[in-house]
């Protein structure tokens, strides 16, 4: 079956830091990756994603780029901000596009502090 | 269009009582999903429709949970003689697919359910 692995958290960091959480994941075919992140009292938001492989996913200073050798898609970003405080959740989908049933990891909480 | 939407955002309900969820996606969205999520864990798969139609039920759905969606529109979760393990977080998705074209997932805020 599927499954996604990512980092354990918590991870605390200061601005301006970089960041890496690393996901890796188990999937039959040619899933699409995804990242979402979900900041405190709000929806699960998509952040970014990557349908095949060596896609790079790249949104708001987040990049994460599709890795099938490594079967990874781990998130970075150069220069965090105390805004980027969140829980992020690698997740994948392997529907092919005719179902988008994504199958999580289980997040890892992220604090950036001035 | 307010994407999303969930109600009630928290429910406390006592074992053994029945209760229902509400969901309203994206108008043009033509596929609903529910999730469950309990405290530091991913979203789990509930269920998925297609217009009205329920095309896949995961595991985790016990006899005790049904859902609906009878107009293809908003979607009801209804969870009959809760148990203390139900309490967690419900929450409802919606994409468009299609020939060709498909959306990715938008997310409602969810569902906080405590079972006391």
């Known amino acids: 079956g599927n499954s996604v692995t990512q980092m354990e958290g918590p991870v605390t960091l200061s601005e301006e830091a970089f960041l890496t959480i690393n996901c890796t994941y188990t999937?039959?075919?040619?899933?699409?990756l995804f990242w979402y992140v979900q900041y405190p009292g709000e929806g699960l938001q998509l952040l970014l994603k990557?349908?095949?492989?060596?896609d790079k996913g790249s949104n708001k200073g987040f990049e994460a780029t599709y890795r099938k050798e490594t079967t990874s898609f781990h998130l970075e970003k150069g220069s965090v901000q105390v805004s980027d405080s969140a829980v992020y959740f690698c997740?994948?989908?392997?529907?092919?596009?005719?179902?988008?049933?994504?199958?999580f990891g289980k997040g890892t909480l992220l604090t950036v502090n001035p | 269009d307010t994407g999303v939407s969930q109600d009630p955002r928290h429910k406390i309900t006592k074992r053994g009582q029945n209760v229902t969820f509400r969901c309203d996606p994206i108008s043009e969205h033509n596929r609903l999903y529910w999730y469950r999520q309990t405290l530091g864990q991913g979203p789990e798969f509930l269920t998925y429709?297609?217009?009205?139609?329920?095309?896949?039920k995961s595991r985790l759905l016990s006899d005790r949970f049904s859902a609906e969606r009878p107009k293809g529109s908003f979607s009801t979760l209804e969870i009959q003689r809760t148990e203390q393990g139900d309490s967690a977080m419900y929450l409802c998705?919606?994409?468009?697919?299609?020939?060709?074209?498909?959306?990715?997932?938008?997310f409602g805020q969810g569902t906080r359910l405590t079972v006391v």
């Open positions: 990557a349908t095949k492989a060596d």
């Open positions: 997740a994948l989908s392997n529907s092919g596009g005719s179902n988008y049933k994504l199958t």
């Open positions: 429709f297609q217009n009205e139609a329920q095309l896949e």
């Open positions: 999937a039959t075919g040619y899933p699409s």
């Open positions: 998705a919606s994409s468009f697919g299609g020939a060709g074209r498909a959306t990715e997932a938008f």
